[in-house]
């Protein structure tokens, strides 16, 4: 029983220099993918790293629809509080960046119909924006789009009253979804 003590040691030394060659083959292969660029998604950092504070000064409205500039500059402003690490403020003056846009059309489009009264139930609501980040300090554009398009479905009341009373929260909807959409395409820079 002694002679198969330093057989059964050997063993033993083999499978631990296995397990460290396979340990060493594994770290080596997650440090070549953290090189080459993998991360986790939604973590881009696609703003130059000296910009800490974006100005978002009311977005302009040429459009015949009242306030809209309103709540999708509110709405810009709080994805960007919620989603972001950055500061903002109103005043192009104070930001590193600043955020300029016009809302150029707004149009909604009846998309389904109730069968019983032919009233819209579903309307598809479209947003056509300008919108640009440049950078205060070399005046560099940092993000540029003519066509900034937000386009998406959302379901209205088929009773009269009701449709007069969500019309406010219908357009909260419409704006925290646009600046959503809007906030990602900066940050992501696509």
Do not use: W
Request: glycine content about 4%; hydrophobic content about 40%; overall charge positive.
């Amino acid at each position: 029983m002694n002679s198969s003590l330093p057989y059964r040691n050997r063993i033993l030394a083999r499978g631990a220099k296995s397990r460290a060659a396979a340990l060493l083959l594994l770290l080596t292969g997650c440090a070549y993918l953290a090189a080459c660029g993998y991360h986790v998604a939604g973590r881009s950092d696609a703003l130059p790293k000296n910009i800490h504070v974006i100005a978002v000064p009311a977005l302009e409205n040429a459009t015949n629809s009242y306030r809209i500039e309103q709540k999708l500059t509110s709405a810009t402003v709080h994805e960007f509080l919620a989603a972001t690490p950055y500061k903002i403020t109103s005043n192009p003056a104070s930001g590193d960046a600043v955020l300029r846009g016009k809302v150029l059309t707004l149009e909604a489009v009846p998309l389904l119909f109730d069968t019983q009264t032919g009233r819209a139930t579903t309307m598809l609501v479209t947003v056509r924006c300008e919108i640009a980040l440049t950078q205060t300090e070399t005046q560099k554009v940092l993000y540029h789009t003519d066509k900034f398009v937000f386009r998406n479905e959302y379901e209205i009341s088929t009773d009269v009253k009701s449709f007069f009373e969500e019309q406010d929260p219908a357009l909260d909807r419409l704006a925290r979804d646009f600046a959503q959409r809007l906030v990602a395409a900066i940050t992501e820079n696509f």
